[in-house]
Nanobody, 126 residues
């Protein structure tokens, strides 16, 4: 079993920055991967970024490329999402997720992820 606890959401003005954290506990394996998704009411959960735990390879949605950075701290078992140059359209509930058998080509598929955090609200005002 894996537990994920997110933190770091909040209200920020357009152009500002936030850093989300996701603390990971429980059993993980070498092919483990972590993703960040976001969701607004009435829409499907949208892929934001992912990272391979084993080699640190990172992947981004086109909408956030160049503005968001995903990283991991193995010692702290924590994944981060640094969000810069935030826009009102980034407003959503952000979820971290864990895939026990991470396949980079399937990183954007929410159904691939085995565990999910509780979500944290990010609101960007214009």
């Amino acid at each position: 079993q894996v537990q994920l606890v997110e933190s770091g959401g909040g209200l920020v003005q357009a152009g500002g920055s936030l850093r989300l954290s996701c603390a990971v506990s429980g059993r993980t394996f070498g092919s483990f991967g972590m993703g960040w998704f976001r969701q607004v009411p009435g829409k499907e959960r949208e892929f934001v970024a992912a990272i391979s735990w084993s080699d640190g390879s990172t992947y981004y949605a086109d909408s956030v490329k160049g503005r968001f950075t995903i990283s991991r701290d193995n010692a702290k078992s924590t994944v981060y999402l640094q969000m810069n140059s935030l826009k009102p359209e980034d407003t959503a509930v952000y979820y971290c997720a864990a895939d026990q058998t991470f396949i980079p080509g399937l990183r954007a598929r929410a159904s691939r992820y085995d565990y999910w955090g509780q979500g944290t609200q990010v609101t960007v005002s214009s």
